[in-house]
């Protein structure tokens, strides 16, 4: 399950909020080296940290974050538009208005990695994203992604498109991207991940009191969408869609992949 914060709950979310903004300075200002970013010893945060903002996080067993995500109505700014409308190719969809989201400021944690757990909780994150978009109706999601991370945000289950060229930026080389968030494409990124209903959920007060705790509230709603039977078949459409993404998450790069973080860590 992933948590949807909003304006409305986030009383509920003190602490994890607090570890947010202090886990987004260390990704982003300390380990990407974005030094023009606002931080200082209570995190990171910038001007779209508002009442609009929804923040979407994946918590452990013990309610620590595993990975993080913003997401905001366009009409209220946009980063994409209003920073970089370079990056957006003429004849490419509005990426600003009433039918766009964006997303931004995506994150997994030092513990997450360690894990080596795979895509699959930035999956459901990414998922949550489109649910939240399409219940306040949008028809996409917008953002931008380093080109480094572009092929891992491809290999999900989802029509990730360019709204245009890469271009540099003082940290690497970034392009604007956009996926819709319709009802078909969220079914389908349900499916891959064999999920029978939706990833993100906004606990409410009354569920605490009702569940007791973060986890309970997740039993609950694991209990509410479990997978239908007929995902569980070999031959499904959802068994060949997991097992496609599967491979995503651990084709021939993966080697790679650990050798470059076992480096990382060994330097850290």
């Known amino acids: 399950m992933i948590h949807v914060i909003t304006a409305q709950n986030r009383h509920l979310y003190a602490e994890q909020l607090a570890d947010m903004f202090q886990f987004r300075r260390v990704h982003f200002v300390e380990e990407n080296g974005w030094a023009d970013l606002q931080s200082d010893e209570t995190g990171e945060r910038d001007a779209f940290d508002d009442e609009h903002a ?16 913003r997401v905001r109505p366009t009409t209220e700014g946009c980063i994409l538009a209003d920073a970089y409308p ?27 990695r360690r894990a ?37 945000a491809s290999n999900i289950a989802w029509d990730l498109r ?57 039993a609950m709603f694991g209990r509410a969408v479990r997978p239908r039977p007929a995902e569980l078949e070999p031959e499904s459409p959802a068994a060949i869609a997991a097992a496609v993404a599967t491979y995503a998450y651990h084709d021939g790069r993966r080697p790679e992949r650990e050798r470059a973080e076992d480096v990382r860590w060994a330097a850290e």
Do not use: N
Not at 87 to 103: I, L, N, Q, S
């Open 162 to 218: 360019l709204t245009g060229l890469p271009a540099p930026y003082p940290y690497g080389v970034m392009v604007g991207v956009y996926a819709s968030a319709g009802a078909e494409e969220i079914a389908h990124l349900r499916e891959s991940l064999g999920l029978a209903g939706p990833a993100g959920y906004e606990v409410e007060a009354q569920d605490l009191a009702a569940c007791g705790s973060f986890q309970g509230v997740e």
């Open 54 to 69: 929804v923040y979407l996080l994946g918590l452990d067993p013990q309610d620590r974050i595993e990975v993080g995500l």
């Open 86 to 112: 370079h990056m957006v190719a003429p004849g490419a969809p509005a990426v600003k208005g009433p039918d766009a989201w964006e997303m931004s400021r995506i994150f997994s944690t030092h513990a997450y």
């Open 116 to 152: 080596r757990r795979g895509g699959r909780r930035v999956a459901e994150t990414f998922l949550a994203a489109m649910e939240t978009a399409h219940a306040a109706g949008a028809a996409r999601l917008v953002g931008m992604v380093d080109m480094k991370l572009y092929p891992l």
